[in-house]
């Protein structure tokens, strides 16, 4: 087991890439704090991680908001005694506000993503670099996405333009950081059939007549597979990326195997984008 006794935080790890990624963190020995919106969603993760043998603790709520990061750092420190892993999840396309007007909307739509995608992350980090610097160590794991790496033109601006900071601060916070012995790397997932592709890929067939009466699921794997034109191209391996992958890349990152990778972003896309 490469993480045992490590003690990990995971944003947003109720369902989905969050979800995977506690998992496979937990199968590798660590004891993990699982935040995520919902109560029910955290604890039933928390639930499947006690049945592998590991400790966990659930602290629900919005992670953007600092009350809740306190929560979630000083909950982890006092049920735990220390840190070792923080994953910030966190991310997606937000909810959507009630708002009239075009501009309003664009100002709307840029600081949900902003707040959801980068500041959480940030103030994150800041709550928990004093304990990494003091204890000497630490390890953190940002996910971004490829459409942080390239621009497409199915991806919204927003998302992209803010995923792409996302990398950079990754890199800045490397350049801080490195000297107190703490690793800090992201994750560029690819496409993962999570609920968010799946509100989007059902949207997708209800209301584009091009395709009309396929089923969702069959959508997103000729999507995956670069069947429709101009939306992915086509992936090298031509499969989909499952949360395991992700979680998987997050324990090669924060693990004694990569204790001299720092700054870096791992596509892990199936090969569509190469750096
Ligand atoms: N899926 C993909 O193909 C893909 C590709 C590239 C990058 N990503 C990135 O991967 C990350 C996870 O995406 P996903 O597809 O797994 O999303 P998802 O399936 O939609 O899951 C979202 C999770 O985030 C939690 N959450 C949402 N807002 C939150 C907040 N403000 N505070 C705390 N928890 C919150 C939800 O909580 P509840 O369950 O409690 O409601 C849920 O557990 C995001 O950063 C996303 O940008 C995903």
Not at 68 to 95: E, P
């Amino acid at each position: 087991m490469k993480l045992k006794d490590k003690v990990a935080i995971v944003t947003a790890g109720g369902r989905g890439i969050g979800r995977g990624i506690a998992l496979c963190l937990a199968e590798e020995g660590a004891d993990v704090v699982v935040n995520s919106f919902h109560q029910e969603t955290a604890a039933s993760v928390a639930q499947e991680i006690k049945a592998m043998g590991r400790r966990s603790l659930v602290v629900p709520g919005d992670v953007t908001q600092i009350p809740v990061i306190n929560q979630v750092v000083q909950g982890a420190l006092k049920t735990f005694g220390k840190i070792d892993v923080l994953v910030n999840n966190v991310g997606g396309g937000g909810r959507p506000k009630e708002v009239t007007g075009m501009l309003e909307q664009a100002a709307a739509e840029w600081d949900g993503i902003f707040a959801l995608n980068l500041r959480a992350t940030v103030l994150m980090c800041r709550a928990i670099a004093p304990y990494f610097i003091k204890q000497k160590s630490g390890k953190i794991v940002n996910i971004a996405s490829m459409a942080g790496r390239f621009s497409s033109r199915a991806t919204p601006a927003s998302y992209g333009s803010v995923k792409a900071g996302l990398i950079r601060y990754t890199q800045y916070l490397a350049d801080e950081l490195g000297p107190h012995n703490i690793n800090v790397n992201t994750v560029c997932p690819g496409l993962v059939y999570t609920d968010a592709w799946v509100t989007g890929a059902k949207r997708m067939v209800e209301t584009r007549p091009e395709y009309k009466g396929m089923d969702s699921r069959e959508w997103f794997i000729a999507l995956n597979q670069g069947k429709f034109p101009n939306i992915v191209g086509f992936t090298p391996l031509m499969r989909e990326q499952t949360p395991e992958d992700m979680g998987r890349a997050v324990v090669f990152l924060v693990s004694e195997d990569a204790k001299n990778i720092t700054g870096q972003a791992l596509n892990v896309d199936g090969g569509k984008f190469k750096n």
